[in-house]
């Protein structure tokens, strides 16, 4: 019979070119997969991965698909490293896009130079405090934070849907669960005149450059990554595990805040159902991708937005329905995952 046996160390080569050994073998498994519903898999998964990129504005799309996707990344790999496994940037990403929302909706004639700041103070509180609830719950009473973070973004999904088909729908919108166009102020200014390129396309490499000096060049970075490889050495050294839990979680859930707070008044321009597309599970994938490397995120995140572009290229082109996007994450996730077990174990024969 087959069994794994540790390796005594693992690959440098490989810990890094798995990501892409894991994408060809998405593609590969993909194609098979389209073959079998009857698409031609050449022509599906080109017009899935590479297709996008050469449509009109398909960059500056690909930009603004990644920008949250690579902020949330970016926390979850600090959290991560330091085995803290926060799930739930879905809800924090939520909170968010509501904490903008309402400020945007309650100071509709506030200037530029005003409501934009607070609306990115208030997403970036709103997504932290989201966060602290786990971990309270974790430092407190030893609660999972991997359920309590998943179970509080179904929570904060439900708000969504409450505030937009109650309190805060647009009494002119004909019904439709959404709220009023925020102002042209509340959207914030634009790298490009005319176009839904925002100040998140910059916030999100820089944010990605902090984290990295953070992590390798802090003691903070230090001890998350101390952390994560060797608990009882971090113990032993005196590290107070409870304060890296709440400020991992602060991180990454402040983060997801702000992605969102960045995704409903520049992408979006209103508050809606679709307000929460998924993002925040994307991000786990992301994280992963990018090997917990604030730097590695920023390639991964261009990945899994192309991924978003190539599922409505191929609905349009193909006729394929929109969660062949989900089904190819999934498979990318699973190749991956595959590629770490043989990183780290051999295939022995028993």
Same mark, same amino acid.
């Given at each position: 019979m087959l069994r794994l046996q540790a390796r005594g160390q693992p690959s440098r080569f490989w810990a890094w070119a798995s990501p892409v050994l894991a994408l060809a073998l998405t593609a590969l498994f993909s194609g098979a997969l389209f073959a079998a519903m009857g698409r031609p898999p050449v022509l599906t998964v080109s017009t899935f991965l590479i297709s996008p990129l050469f449509a009109p504005e398909g960059l500056s799309a690909l930009a603004v698909k990644a920008a949250p996707l690579v902020m949330m990344g970016v926390g979850?790999?600090?959290?991560?490293? !330091?085995?803290?496994?926060?799930?739930?940037?879905?809800?924090?990403?939520? #909170? $968010?896009? /509501? +904490? &903008?929302?309402?400020? *945007? =909706?309650?100071?509709?004639?506030?200037?530029?130079?005003?409501?934009?700041?607070?609306?990115?103070?208030?997403?970036?509180?709103?997504?932290?405090?989201?966060?602290?609830?786990?971990?309270?719950?974790?430092?407190?009473?030893?609660?999972?934070?991997?359920?309590?973070?998943?179970?509080?973004?179904?929570?904060?999904?439900?708000?969504?849907?409450?505030?937009?088909?109650?309190?805060?729908?647009?009494?002119?919108?004909?019904?439709?669960?959404?709220?009023?166009?925020?102002?042209?102020? !509340?959207?914030g200014p634009r790298l490009i005149e005319g176009s839904?390129?925002? #100040? $998140?396309? /910059? +916030? &999100?490499?820089?944010? *990605? =450059?902090?984290?990295?000096?953070?992590?390798?060049r802090t003691v903070l970075g230090f001890q998350f990554r101390v952390l994560g490889q060797a608990p009882r050495a971090a113990r032993f050294a005196g590290f107070d595990e409870n304060r890296l839990v709440w400020l991992a979680m602060a991180i990454s859930g402040g983060l997801a805040g702000l992605a969102g707070m960045f995704e409903v008044t520049g992408t979006q321009g209103q508050l809606t159902p679709a307000s929460a597309p998924g993002y925040g599970f994307t991000a786990i994938i992301v994280a992963f991708l990018g090997r917990l490397n604030p730097a590695g995120v920023l390639p991964a995140g261009l990945l899994l937005a192309l991924t978003y572009l190539g599922g409505d290229a191929a609905q349009m082109r193909l006729g394929m329905s929109n969660a062949i996007t989900f089904i190819f994450q999934g498979i990318l996730l699973f190749c991956l995952l595959g590629c770490d077990v043989l990183i780290l174990h051999r295939v022995k024969w028993r």
């Open positions: 979850l790999s600090l959290a991560y490293r !330091a085995n803290i496994w926060n799930i739930g940037t879905e809800g924090q990403f939520t #909170l $968010g896009a /509501i +904490a &903008a929302a309402g400020l *945007a =909706l309650a100071l509709p004639d506030a200037p530029m130079g005003l409501i934009v700041p607070l609306m990115m103070i208030g997403g970036t509180l709103a997504g932290a405090l989201y966060a602290l609830i786990v971990a309270g719950l974790r430092t407190r009473f030893n609660a999972n934070e991997i359920l309590t973070s998943l179970m509080l973004a179904y929570i904060a999904h439900y708000l969504l849907i409450y505030l937009v088909t109650g309190p805060w729908r647009d009494p002119e919108g004909f019904g439709f669960p959404q709220t009023a166009m925020f102002s042209d102020a !509340a959207a839904n390129l925002h #100040l $998140g396309l /910059i +916030a &999100a490499p820089v944010v *990605a =450059l902090i984290a990295a000096l953070v992590l390798g």
